[in-house]
């Protein structure tokens, strides 16, 4: 009798400890689930490659107007020729390799 009344009020106790817990503390320990990291991860990996999608274009698009302006070539730092061989490495190369360090 005794032993089942101490066993009910642990049990009780139990219970509100862990929802006391969970209303404290639920968003903050809740862990994410595998489906939504891998979600975040990619949308990230996504947003990454747009990014980097973008910045080629907008990369040749500044190349084919130096073409269009002549500047082609010509290191837009110093003014001097950009080496075939740099442009052969980086046909979108600004700069010549002594601006580029
Ligand atoms: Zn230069």
């Known amino acids: 009798m005794f032993a089942d009344r101490r066993r009910d009020a642990v049990a009780l106790t139990w219970d509100l400890t862990v929802h006391q817990l969970h209303q404290a503390f639920g968003r903050c320990v809740a862990a994410p689930s595998t489906e939504a990291l891998d979600d975040v991860m990619s949308q990230e990996l996504a947003r990454t490659r747009l990014a980097a999608a973008r910045y080629a274009v907008d990369d040749i698009q500044a ?39």
């Not at 073409?67 to 010549?96: D, F, N």
């Open 63 to 101: 190349a084919l107007s130096r073409m269009a302006h002549g500047t082609y070539g010509i290191c837009q730092q110093c003014g001097c020729s950009v080496t075939a061989h740099g442009l052969q490495g980086s046909p979108t190369a600004q700069r010549c390799a002594t601006c580029q360090v």
